[in-house]
Structures are given as C-alpha cells and as structure tokens.
C-alpha cells in the first residue's frame, strides 16, 4: 500500500517559472525525503526533512512539512530544462523502512 | 552514489529459471534495502536487512528470499522466475542517525520472458 500520494501526477511549466509539487501520507513519520529521477536512470536524493522541522532549504529546493495536515511540498525555483524529470517523495515510518509515492513527472518547456 | 554498486545492470531470462541480483557497497552501511520499480507503482520496498544474517519482509516479498552474510552484501533471489518479476530493481543503503538518508544504486532491469 502506498502511503504516499503525490499531487500534480504531472506538471508542465515554462523554464524560469517556480514548480510546486506536494506530497500525502497517512501515518506518522520519522521524516519525508524527496527524490528526482531522470527518465531510464537511477534515484537521486534531493533533501530530507525530520518530522519536528517546518521548512528547509537546499539551493533552489524548498521544503515544508505540516505534520498536522500530514502533507510536504517541494518548490524548486527558477526551473531549468535539466530540472526536467519525475519527483518522489518518500516517508520513513519508525521501522527505518520508506514508501514512495507514485511522484509528480515535471516537464520544463524551453 | 554512496558507493552503492548493483550487478548486473541487464539481464534477460525465462520463466521459471532462478535469478541472483547483487547489491554491494563500500561504506559499511547496517541498513540494506531492495525495492522494485513499476509503471504506476512508483517504488515498493521487497525486503531489506538490519544486520548481517538479519532480514525482515517488505510490502511485496512473495516469489523473492534475500541472504547477507557480509555487511557489503545484500543478495535478492528470485528462486523461479515470473513475468510478473519483470521490473527495475533498486538497492539501498541507509546511513546512520542522525543522517538517516537512503540513497540508491543505478538498478538493475531485469526482464522474465
């Protein structure tokens, strides 16, 4: 079951224009991290938020958590064409194990 | 990369034949992770270790055993391979408190024909 759930499935925007992406779960959390991957290629860890962190910034990413909405969002700024990929967010629950979400494909137009 | 290597990288079978994927890595992570990637799944967790000789189930264990009798190592076994097996497999280490970030290797596409 995935606990999970990432809103847009997909998002098409301009290159230069900020992209928002957010994340559900349902039960508490250890914390939320979120990943980019490229289309036929590995995972690669963005950032991680602890569950008694509110935001937290890394480069152009910015991430909040709302543990009492249960619900996380991913900004990235000023988006570039390599920023175009798919983005999971994941959460890890007291047993040190993750469950993704289905992420978010994001597609930067030139 | 976190020096997390996959092996192999492809592979091609048939129904029914057993198949090994190896994980391994360089920085004497505890945890170890396995997990499959399917279209409109995203990525769930098959088993993952705690330890040498220490292993529990994920959320889609059937049809796969795991073995790690070195803290490098995390084999997964598929013992008769399906086509429903055909996926993209991910490994994963965990580093230690207070980091506790997951990072993954570059998977393994495996096909079951």
């Known amino acids: 079951s995935q606990q999970g759930e990432e809103d847009p499935q997909a998002l098409s925007i301009q290159e230069g224009e900020n992209a928002t992406m957010n994340c559900s779960y349902k039960?508490?959390?250890?914390?939320l991290q979120w990943y980019r991957q490229n289309s036929g290629r590995g995972l690669v860890h963005l950032i991680l938020i602890r569950s008694n962190e509110r935001e937290k910034h890394s480069g152009r990413l910015r991430v909040t958590l709302d543990t009492s909405k249960k619900s996380s969002s991913l900004l990235i700024t000023a988006s570039r064409a390599a920023d175009t990929a798919s983005y999971f967010c994941?959460?890890?629950?007291?047993?040190?194990?993750?469950?993704f979400g289905q992420g978010t494909r994001l597609t930067i137009n030139p | 990369d976190a020096g997390i290597t996959q092996s192999p990288r492809h592979k091609v079978t048939e129904t029914g034949t057993p198949v090994t994927l190896r994980c391994h890595q360089t920085e004497n992570h505890r945890y170890m992770y396995w997990y499959r990637q399917d279209p409109g799944h995203g990525l769930r967790l098959i088993h993952y270790?705690?330890?040498?000789?220490?292993?529990d189930k994920g959320e889609v264990s059937d049809g796969y055993s795991v073995s790690r009798s070195k803290t490098e190592d995390f084999l997964l076994t598929l013992e008769s391979a399906t086509s429903s097996q055909t996926s993209v497999y991910f490994c994963?280490?965990?580093?230690?408190?207070?980091?506790?970030?997951?990072?993954f290797g570059p998977g393994t596409r495996l096909t079951v024909l």
């Open positions: 994941a959460t890890e629950t007291q047993a040190q194990k993750l469950v």
């Open positions: 270790s705690y330890g040498v000789k220490d292993t």
């Open positions: 994963a280490i965990r580093t230690s408190f207070p980091f506790n970030e997951q990072f």
């Open positions: 039960t508490s959390i250890n914390n």
